[in-house]
T-cell receptor, first 114, second 115 residues
């Protein structure tokens, strides 16, 4: 069965620092997708970045990059130059086939201080 | 594109009452999903529509829950005879067929409190 593990309940970082949020996954599928979402206190899930299992290069979207290590089954999110507005809950998620359910981890709370 | 919208944003009800939530997906998105999120957890899948067809239901979707998407546009999720354990955030997401990524975009959620 597919499973997402996020081992860091909370992370604390100062503004302008980089931070890495860990995510490991378990699947026997060869084709799958990995996502990161941000959930501020307002509750809305905001899509950040996507990595396909066959993508050879790590995904990047502005200040977000995904450190994809397929052999280790890890998909860590790297946020460069943290901002106060980055304070939120971050969820790693996996999909094994387009059009089916996302499987989420338990999330990591990121707190950015000035 | 206008994002996914959900109504109401908050709902407080008494145990045993029925409640209905609405989700309007991003226009032209043919796939629509419902998730439930309890405190301290990630969202859990409830059900999924492609156009008007309900293609997948989770074991979490007991017979008190029913979802519809009658014209392949908006969707409703009804909970009958609510229980305190139904208190959660109900999230709707939509996506369109676009190959392998099929990114799901979420609405702001409906927070249900059952007293």
């Amino acid at each position: 069965a597919q499973k997402i593990t996020q081992t860091q309940p909370g992370m604390f970082v100062q503004e302008k620092e980089a931070v890495t949020l860990d995510c490991t996954y378990d699947t026997s599928d060869q084709s799958y997708g990995l996502f990161w979402y941000k959930q501020p206190s307002s509750g809305e899930m905001i899509f950040l970045i996507y990595q396909g299992s066959y993508d050879e290069q790590n995904a990047t979207e502005g200040r977000y990059s995904l450190n994809f290590q397929k052999a280790r089954k890890s998909a860590n999110l790297v946020i460069s130059a943290s901002q106060l507005g980055d304070s939120a809950m971050y969820f790693c998620a996996m999909i094994h086939q387009a059009g089916t359910a996302l499987i989420f981890g338990k999330g990591t709370t990121l707190s950015v201080s000035s | 594109d206008t994002g996914v919208s959900q109504d109401p944003r908050h709902k407080i009800t008494k145990r045993g009452q029925n409640v209905t939530f609405r989700c309007d997906p991003i226009s032209e998105h043919n796939r629509l999903y419902w998730y439930r999120q309890t405190l301290g957890q990630g969202p859990e899948f409830l059900t999924y529509f492609q156009n008007e067809a309900q293609l997948e239901k989770s074991r979490l979707l007991s017979d008190r829950f029913s979802a519809e998407r009658p014209k392949g546009s908006f969707s409703t999720l009804e909970i009958q005879r609510t229980e305190q354990g139904d208190s959660a955030m109900y999230l709707c997401a939509s996506s369109r067929t676009s190959g392998s990524s099929d990114t799901q975009y979420f609405g702001p959620g409906t927070r249900l409190t059952v007293l």
